[in-house]
């Protein structure tokens, strides 16, 4: 008979109890959040024709649609044996999940403490920025396993065959999300860090670092050089509409942080920033202070999205906080009572839960669109012509391309489109102008057929009607809650 190994044994329960914890909150709802049925479209695409949806004639009502496809054959080939809408749920789930063993080998790797990497793992099972994720299906959820599975390897790239697996993981990353690059920077930030601290720089680390930069780039370049010569400098923000950027890239701060990832690993992990770059100078411990400056500053210069950033920033963070635990309880092992560790691992463990419950409460309350919305837009699908154009708020604008299978004006995918700050503006002037004729200038302009007037967008615009919608123009042929207008054609002199 095989004997399971302890540390295997309470590493698998873990695992199922994050996983567990995750799956009751996502299988509670069959909804998702607006930005998900993007990707729920881009899988069935892929399942009906093999390729993923590159000219998409339904998004902006006609548009080039260009992202890294792997995590959406992911989920297209387990979609051929379970439900999407499970697959949607459950793929995301067990890769949250499963990335608790990965930060478990890289906090053993670096601490040679199995308690303190039993901690750091829970702490990544149930940091509260985490569970922002619910209810989305989110690339992260990949991206973010492939990226620290990528610098364990990293860490152990002398040893045989690392070094292959970490070309074929950042390949899988390349084809998975654009995040690759705040690690392969965090390298070169590493390096830096080593020399400052008059550290040996190891030749082969140096060469794979810089094969993976240039190919990274390589790649990216050849996927993205269009939008960038369209976009120019705003591509690196993603071509946002500057209204919105305030919301995309927040400013980072002290208390946003602590309820991102709690003040537990916050504490310790800055400890740990201390210990290492004045005391002890431990490699591995230098690899993830390099990583998490690079997340800290790109949140900082509002480089990368906020809840992004905060995910890096908060995983970097609990495993330096490893490493300070493995210090705390080495120390007190060796008191006159080395039992006490036991009780002190566990008082750490306890105060984090304590301490994270507000935030993870908050965080797991994610935006889904409602149960009337839903059946508005499937009224849309049953009743309106397949070209039909019809208007939503921005952030509705996949949903309609999803149930409705009907031409939106805007949606939140903003690369390749021109002009977007007067597309962005013209759509929520549609909502709030009094004037009838502005109103169908606009209409006119971009061929609106039907205007969805949401019950998000009743709450959020403080309205319970379009006020310019007056019978010679638009009919009311939809009032379930939310109301849908159809423009019946007029001009304005």
């Not at 829970?122 to 989110?138: A, D, E, H, K, R």
């Not at 390589?218 to 923000?237: E, T």
Request: glycine letters at 4%; proline letters at 3%.
């Amino acid at each position: 008979m095989v004997r399971i190994k302890k540390e295997y044994l309470i590493l698998a329960l873990l695992f199922l109890l994050v996983l567990g914890t995750r799956l009751f909150f996502v299988l509670q709802e069959e909804r998702f959040d607006y930005d998900a049925y993007n990707a729920l479209r881009q899988v069935e695409h892929i399942k009906e024709t093999g390729v993923p949806l590159f000219k998409d004639s339904l998004s902006y009502s006609g548009r080039t649609f260009i992202t890294p496809p792997f995590f959406y054959y992911l989920l297209a080939a387990f979609s051929f044996f379970l439900p999407l809408v499970l697959v949607a749920k459950l793929i995301p789930s067990i890769a949250f999940s499963a990335l608790i063993i990965v930060i478990y080998l890289i906090a053993k790797h670096m601490t040679k403490n199995r308690t303190a990497a039993f901690i750091a793992a829970f702490f990544s099972g149930f940091v509260p920025i985490i569970y922002t994720t619910l209810n989305q299906v989110s690339v992260y959820s990949l991206s973010l396993l492939l990226i620290f599975l990528l610098s364990y390897t990293f860490l152990r790239i002398e040893q045989k065959g690392f070094a292959v697996l970490s070309i074929i993981l950042t390949v899988a990353l390349l084809l998975t999300h654009t995040s690759v690059f705040i690690l392969l920077i965090s390298f070169l930030v590493y390096f830096l860090i080593l020399r400052l601290g008059k550290q040996k720089l190891n030749t082969k680390e140096v060469e794979v670092t810089l094969f993976l930069f240039f190919l990274a780039l390589w790649f990216n370049l050849l996927l993205y050089k269009k939008a960038f010569f369209l976009h120019g400098i705003r591509f690196i923000w993603q071509n946002i509409p500057a209204p919105l950027l305030s919301s995309y890239f927040q400013e980072i701060s002290f208390l946003g942080v602590i309820y991102a990832v709690g003040i537990i690993p916050l504490l310790l992990g800055v400890y740990a920033v201390y210990h290492t770059l004045f005391k002890t100078r431990n490699r591995a411990a230098s690899l993830y202070i390099s990583f998490a400056i690079v997340s800290f500053l790109m949140l900082w210069f509002k480089l990368i999205p906020f809840k992004t950033g905060l995910l890096f920033l908060s995983i970097n963070l609990i495993l330096l906080s490893a490493y300070s635990l493995k210090i705390i309880l080495v120390s007190i092992a060796k008191t006159k009572i080395p039992r006490l560790s036991g009780i002190i691992a566990g008082l750490f463990i306890i105060l984090f839960v304590i301490t994270t419950l507000t935030p993870f409460i908050t965080t797991i309350k994610t935006e889904i669109p409602s149960l009337q919305d839903i059946g508005a837009l499937e009224w849309v699908k049953n009743n309106t012509e397949q070209d039909a154009v019809v208007l939503g708020r921005v952030e509705e604008g996949f949903l309609i391309n999803y149930i409705a299978k009907r031409k939106n004006v805007a949606d939140s995918n903003f690369l390749f489109i021109n002009n977007i700050n007067q597309r962005y503006n013209d759509v929520n002037k549609l909502f709030t102008l009094r004037l009838k004729s502005e109103a169908v200038r606009l209409i006119n302009k971009y061929d609106i057929d039907y205007l969805l007037l949401s019950t998000k967008s009743i709450e959020e615009y403080n309205i319970n009607k379009l006020f310019y919608a007056e019978e010679d123009c638009f009919e009311l042929v939809y009032d379930k809650d939310a109301l849908i207008y159809e423009f019946m054609g007029c001009t304005i002199e």
